[in-house]
Every structure is written in C-alpha cells, then in structure tokens.
C-alpha cells in the first residue's frame, strides 16, 4: 500500500504526528474555512474537515477540503455515512482524490435527533466497519464494493475514530479491533478528560496488539469555560470529564477559565506523551482554531517534521 498523504509520512517517520479540526461554515463563504486553515498552516500535519458535525448542515466537507488544498494545507476528508449510501460515498471519494485529497476519516455521524433537521431519514447503507473495508477495496485492490474494476484507484490513507469512554467499557478495545480487521490506518480518539481510564484502554490495546496494526492519535479539547465542561460532562454522550476537570475549571475567576483550559490541554499531552501506543495527537479546538498553534508550541511539538 502506498498512499502521497502527508499524515502518513510523518508517522512512519517516527514523529508523533499532529492533526486538528476545522468546522465548515453554515453557509457560502468560503473566506472562513480558508481563515480557520491559516491560522493551522505550519502548526499542525494535517487538518480534518467534519461532514454535517452533529447533524448541523454546513459547506461539505469535500469542498471546504478543496480550499484548504488548494491554500496549501494536508485536509483530511470526514465522511459519514449517515448521509449517503454506497454509490454517493465512492464517487465522493473518487471526487475527492482526483482534487488530491488523499486521506479520509470514515465515520456514522451524529443521529438527525442532534441537529436541525431531526426529522431527516438516517441513510446508514452501510455501518462504519464495512465502510473502512469499501474504501480499502477500493484502494489495495483496485475494485468497487460492487466488484468492478477502478480506473485509476484511490490511494487513501484510511482513518477512522474510536471512543475509549462509551459504554459497556469492556467492549471498547473489540470495537477497535474490528475496524483494525477492516484494515484502517489511524485512528483518531474522542476528546480525553479521564486519563486514568484512557491509559486503562490503551493496556488493551497493547495487549491486542492493535497499537502495532494502526497508529493512534490522542484527541484533545481544550475548554473555555466552566459551564463547557459542565455541559460536556452531563450532556454529551460518550463524553467522559471526571469531577476534578469541573471543579478546576470553575475553581479559577471567569476572565482566567480559557487559559486553565489551555493548560489543562497541555498538561493532558505532556501525560499522554508517555503512555506507549499514542502515536500523535488530534487536537479539536471547536471553533477556537487561533488557540491551536499555542497548544502545539507549549506541548513542545514543533517544529513540525518535513516529510517527502
């Protein structure tokens, strides 16, 4: 397997790779995904675009990619396949490939009942797993999931996202599994605020050995308020904030919480620099994309290697 993508070269370099996340606009303006990718540019490997982020709609995912592309940033396409079926999620990626978009996160996406639209069918042609094993079908053997030959294949780096904190816990590390055996490259985490608990998954992990099968990047947020974590904490599914996260974040005065946030960040990298399997960090600075190159710097991660 060879894909051109940035994100690859730099973990199969060795280095702990960094990543981050750009929302799309809720409209036309194409001025505010380029703005969000400077600000990125030079601090991070590469950039992640959500499709649709918590059932919102927003500019797709593949031409927010395009422009950052086209500014000289490594976009990552996020595609979920909530929202199209089989035939609309392979001519996307061929879309997006042709454009030079070669690395791609495959997810479900948020239920409809999230967003605005609640009353939008759930597509869901096909689950999570057997979209990992279409897109690397489709890259290592050349072929459609229907079984006809590609002109000219995708050469993807195959990403996709894993949640050590849902519920039952124990199954966790199987979820894993099952998308190592569907043959993803990377991984990218939910938001950590339990280290213990995460530090706990990734035993599994290593003791599965999936951490030698793909490279795992940790995710991180950084907050902005007390009430953000409050609200992450009881509102958000799958989202684990331990009670001493809360109690620091509101423990400092109002004008102070952004930076506490931040240094909670850091200090979260800094630990989970040491546990063996994490292979870099995908940093969701959610709509706070000018906080990002200050995270980078302070964790000690720049500057960024340079790959060819």
Request: hydrophobic share 40%; net charge neutral.
């Amino acid at each position: 397997m060879k894909t051109e993508s940035v994100l690859e070269k730099v973990l199969a370099s060795g280095n702990l790779a960094v990543t981050s996340e750009c929302g799309p606009p809720r409209g036309t303006n194409a001025e505010i995904i380029k703005a969000k990718g400077e600000l990125l540019k030079g601090k991070v490997d590469a950039v992640n675009v959500t499709d649709n982020q918590t059932a919102m709609v927003r500019m797709s995912s593949f031409a927010a990619n395009v422009f950052l592309k086209q500014a000289g940033l490594n976009p990552i396409l996020q595609m979920v396949t909530r929202d199209r079926n089989r035939l609309a999620m392979q001519a996307d990626i061929l879309g997006a490939y042709a454009h030079g978009i070669n690395t791609m996160l495959c997810l479900s996406g948020d239920h409809p009942s999230f967003g605005d639209h609640p009353m939008a069918a759930n597509v869901h042609d096909i689950d999570s797993v057997q979209f990992i094993q279409m897109v690397k079908k489709m890259r290592d053997e050349g072929k459609f999931q229907g079984g006809a030959d590609i002109d000219n294949p995708p050469k993807m780096f195959i990403g996709a996202a894993a949640n050590p904190f849902a519920d039952p816990f124990e199954l966790r590390v199987a979820r894993l599994a099952k998308k190592v055996a569907a043959g993803v490259d990377f991984i990218q985490t939910q938001c950590i605020y339990n280290l213990d608990k995460f530090e706990k998954w990734m035993e599994g992990v290593r003791a599965r050995g999936l951490h030698e099968k793909c490279y795992i990047l940790a995710g991180v947020t950084p907050m902005k308020s007390a009430g953000m974590a409050r609200y992450m904490k009881n509102k958000v599914p799958g989202m684990d904030v331990p009670d001493e996260v809360v109690k620091r974040m509101a423990g400092v005065p109002k004008e102070k919480m952004a930076d506490e946030g931040i240094d909670i960040c850091v200090e979260s990298i800094q630990r989970l620099k040491e546990v063996e399997g994490v292979a870099g960090f995908h940093i969701m600075a959610i709509e706070w994309e000018k906080k990002v190159p200050e995270i980078v710097e302070r964790a000690g991660l720049l500057p960024r290697p340079t790959v060819s």
